[in-house]
């Protein structure tokens, strides 16, 4: 599976940006499509994450009610519509997938990861 993220920019603070991800390869019904953000010297945290099969959605508590995260089964593709952003959103953006995550919201339970696309929110 190869995954391509896109849609990062700058943005001033209470813009929006919509993320896309595109899968290629084979994706199973069984996987979770994550996205995670890192920013210097910290660990990548995670966003939030849909399930392929299902649409099941899961959200990081400080993008709850400001991101969402869709699929679109026929394209292959993950989407982040990110609204209200603000300053601390800004950091790196990546996309991951498993066909077996163990946890949602860990990073190494994912295999398969895309390049990041950067996100700059400005005050």
């Known amino acids: 599976v190869q995954l391509q993220a896109s849609g990062g920019g700058l943005v001033q603070a209470g813009g929006s940006l919509r993320l896309s991800c595109a899968a290629t390869g084979r994706i199973f019904s069984s996987s979770m499509m994550g996205w995670f953000r890192q920013t210097p010297g910290k660990e990548r945290e995670f966003v939030a994450g849909?399930?392929?099969?299902?649409?099941?959605?899961y959200y990081a508590d400080f993008v709850k009610g400001r991101f969402t995260i869709s699929r679109d089964n026929a394209k292959n593709t993950v989407y982040l519509q990110m609204n209200n952003l603000k300053p601390e959103d800004t950091a790196v953006y990546s996309c991951?997938?498993?066909?077996?995550?163990?946890?949602?919201?860990?990073?190494?339970?994912?295999?398969?990861w895309g390049q990041g696309t950067l996100v700059t929110v400005s005050s």
């Open positions: 849909v399930r392929w099969s299902g649409g099941t959605t």
């Open positions: 991951a997938t498993d066909p077996n995550t163990w946890n949602v919201r860990e990073a190494r339970a994912y295999d398969y």
